[in-house]
């Protein structure tokens, strides 16, 4: 049963524009969530987090928003550089427990 | 720090042979997850140690995976028999904490079983 859910495998932006990843989930107990970013031949990397205390979390070019009614947080990358064409998975945890991951979203960022 | 490391990076084997993954988490990391990569399913969570024990294995798909860990710097995970629907990439990760701590994962196997 996947509990997190990224529905579209694939993302294209143009370099400078804002490139926004979706992210739903259906187990409402969930507490933590956060971004991985996936460059090809390497594990994913820690990007960003948010707890569900929180709406919003931002670092730099990067913004996580979390919607709880909704069950849905998204990735708000602005500007957008090439650099961020990466696999990005979402994931989420409850109570510290082990974390579960979306299917992925790979984004292209063209020049 | 070398970060978590894998072995072998990638494995070629046919259908029926024992295959063994091998993970070394980061030093003083009390918590290791091996995952499964498949375009259809994403990251799958296979099982998690918490001080070298097994907490959740719900996600072994059946009884021809196994993991151990039997020291804090060292896991395996074996698949006997295996079979071509196996092909995937196996990542190993490791935390201070289980749950909401950040995950540091390794390179990955890239396993496929002809």
């Known amino acids: 049963d996947q509990q997190v859910k990224q529905n579209s495998p694939s993302l294209s932006v143009q370099e400078g524009r804002i490139s926004i990843l979706n992210c739903d989930y259906t187990n409402s107990m969930f507490d933590y969530f956060l971004w991985y970013k996936k460059y090809p031949a390497e594990g994913p990397t820690f990007l960003i987090s948010i707890s569900s205390i929180k709406d919003k979390n931002e670092d730099g070019r990067f913004t996580v928003f979390l919607n709880k009614s909704a069950k849905h947080l998204s990735l708000h990358i602005v500007p957008s550089q090439p650099g961020d064409s990466a696999v990005y998975f979402c994931a989420a945890s409850y109570n510290n427990n082990d974390m579960r991951f979306g299917a992925g979203t790979r984004l292209t960022v063209k020049p | 720090d070398a970060g978590v490391i894998q072995s072998p990076r990638h494995e070629v084997t046919e259908m029926g042979q024992e295959v063994t993954l091998r993970c070394k988490p980061i030093?003083?990391?009390?918590?290791l997850f091996w995952y499964r990569q498949t375009m259809m399913r994403g990251l799958e969570l296979l099982i998690y140690?918490?001080?070298?024990?097994?907490i959740d294995d719900s996600g072994m798909p059946e009884d021809r995976f196994s993991a151990k860990m039997p020291n804090a710097s060292f896991s395996t995970l074996k698949i006997q028999p295996s079979e071509p629907r196996d092909s995937a990439v196996y990542f190993c990760?490791?935390?201070w904490g289980a749950g909401a701590d950040t995950q540091y994962f390794g390179p990955g196997t890239r396993l496929t079983v002809l």
């Open positions: 030093s003083g990391h009390n918590s």
């Open positions: 140690f918490n001080n070298n024990v097994p």
């Open positions: 990760a490791s935390s």
